[in-house]
């Protein structure tokens, strides 16, 4: 099977990029199952129930995220309802929603899906190593299909993640820092590997911020609002094909399309 995992959605242009160009994608690439990192899609950070509604309409089927999870008020209660928005597991215990799970594809093939924290750099939380281990061992009772979002910081980090999943699951994609990389390989025991998957969104701009706002702070050390630049919208992601009997992947494609 085919599954295209799109990288950061920001903003009203991001989700304009999805509305856009997911359709058009899925039938020319015979995707599928998507999935997209949305946790900037309200606004430039967070996730209301109308953005989330407005990507699943738009061909999404699984929304992950981050450490700006809990940016919008309304998340509280909207990650317990709906199944299809994932929270980092490795949150403590307690937190609302879930950092893992095993959805189907349209045609009933099942799909685990698990979102992780990096800790380098970042809030420190339950360990990402330990806990996507046991998130795996989980979900492989039901599925051999398993992708996995870490959304990190680090590179290092997600290189070490990548090589201690390696063959437990179909796809490791890297996801936080809004650059695409160029390191996308099908590890030694078959799980396909990428550190970052890009950002979907303007891309006149600082990992999709207005450039003159991002300046202002660097430039002056005084706090700005970082409002979400317009220009020059793109989808940026990878594809991975997957063997179904194996859960091995076949190959990994890096994905840029502009609008």
Not at 56 to 70: E, N, R
Not at 120 to 127: I, K, Q, R, S
Not at 154 to 167: F, H, P, Q, V
């Amino acid at each position: 099977m085919k599954i295209l995992f799109i990288g950061d959605i920001v903003g009203s242009p991001g989700r304009e990029a999805i509305k856009t160009l997911v359709a058009p994608l899925k039938q020319e690439l015979g995707i599928d199952f998507v999935i997209a990192n949305a946790e900037n899609a309200s606004g430039g950070s967070g996730i209301t129930a109308r953005v989330a509604t407005e990507l699943f309409a738009a061909g999404v089927d699984v929304l992950t995220s981050g450490d700006h999870i809990w940016k919008k008020v309304e998340i509280f209660e909207l990650i317990n309802q709906e199944e299809r928005i994932l929270r980092p597991l490795n949150f403590p215990s307690g937190a609302p929603g879930r950092g893992a799970k095993v959805f189907k594809s349209a045609k009933g093939v099942k799909v685990g899906v698990i979102n992780i924290n990096g800790r380098v750099f970042m809030e420190a939380l339950e360990c990402p190593f330990k806990a996507a281990l046991k998130a795996v061992e989980e979900l492989s009772l039901e599925t051999k299909i398993i992708i996995v979002d870490i959304h990190a910081e680090a590179t290092s980090e997600k290189i070490a993640l990548g090589w201690y999943l390696d063959g437990k699951v179909s796809a490791i994609f890297g996801t936080h820092t809004h650059i695409q990389t160029a390191d996308e390989k099908i590890l030694p025991q078959g799980s396909a590997y990428i550190t970052d998957v890009g950002m979907t969104g303007p891309y006149d701009s600082v990992i999709g911020r207005r450039v003159e706002d991002v300046l202002t702070r660097f430039l002056s050390s005084i706090p700005v609002r970082f409002q979400v630049a317009q220009e020059n919208i793109q989808l940026h992601g990878a594809l991975v094909e997957i063997d179904e009997t194996s859960g091995k992947a076949r190959s990994i494609l890096r994905i840029q399309k502009k609008i």
